[in-house]
């Protein structure tokens, strides 16, 4: 039962690099989502991409990129990655509309 | 703006007695709302979903009502027991909108 698979679970980098966040599902779902936690700040919807080909932004998408590369994976890229994007990332699936199911994480620091 | 408000403060009870969360929200005409849960460390796991024309849903120990004229939702958990102990989030969504906007989620605390 892996459900939303995120790797890595613990990435530091040094201000400038960049990286790649992996989310992978295995429930056939349509929707996928990427979200980042802060401390005070709740859940804040990154990028979505509601079907296979297709990519959204949400609510903070600046200095991050999306691809659906098939319906299974949807990875999250930082170019050039900024203290401000310190932070824990949330990767999560739903079928449609219907309730979403998350991964475990990703905690990301950088210097 | 949209906004969500759930208590920033932890809310803290004996073991038994019943929990009750509060979500409030604003420029939201939300067709459902949903709960989740949150333990320190891992995802969010969905609980239960509310529409607009149901005033009340439970599930086992879980109750959670609907008032979309106070523009409110409760959550109750009856009969609370230590592993209730978590992250609760509130997740109220507009017709149409697929994707979810969180409150900053409420912790509690069930005291043995």
């Known amino acids: 039962n892996a459900g939303v698979t995120q790797t890595p679970k613990f990435q530091v980098l040094k201000t400038g690099q960049s990286m790649t966040l992996q989310c992978a599902q295995d429930m056939n779902h349509n929707s996928m989502y990427w979200y980042r936690q802060d401390p005070g700040m709740g859940l804040r919807l990154i990028y979505y991409?509601?079907?296979?080909?297709?990519?959204d932004k949400g609510e903070v998408p600046n200095g991050y990129n999306v691809s659906r590369l098939n319906k299974r994976e949807f990875s999250l890229r930082l170019e050039s990655a900024a203290p401000s994007q310190t932070s824990v990332y949330f990767c999560?699936?739903?079928?449609?509309?219907?309730?979403?199911?998350f991964g475990d994480g990703t905690r990301l620091s950088i210097l | 703006s949209q906004k969500i408000e759930q208590n920033s403060e932890a809310l803290n009870i004996q073991e038994g007695k019943t929990a009750t969360l509060t979500c409030n929200y604003t420029?939201?005409?939300?067709?459902?709302l949903q709960w989740y849960r949150q333990d320190p460390g891992r995802g969010p796991v969905f609980l239960l979903l509310?529409?607009?024309?149901?005033k009340e849903k439970r599930k086992e120990r879980l109750k959670v009502t609907f008032d979309t004229t106070l523009k409110q939702s409760l959550f109750h958990i009856t009969a609370s027991q230590p592993a209730d102990s978590a992250t609760y989030l509130c997740a109220p969504t507009d017709t149409g909108r697929r994707a979810l906007t969180f409150g900053s989620g409420t912790r509690l605390q069930v005291q043995p």
């Open positions: 509310i529409r607009e024309n149901e």
């Open positions: 999560a699936s739903a079928q449609d509309n219907q309730p979403q199911h």
């Open positions: 991409s509601a079907s296979e080909g297709t990519t």
């Open positions: 420029n939201y005409s939300p067709a459902y």
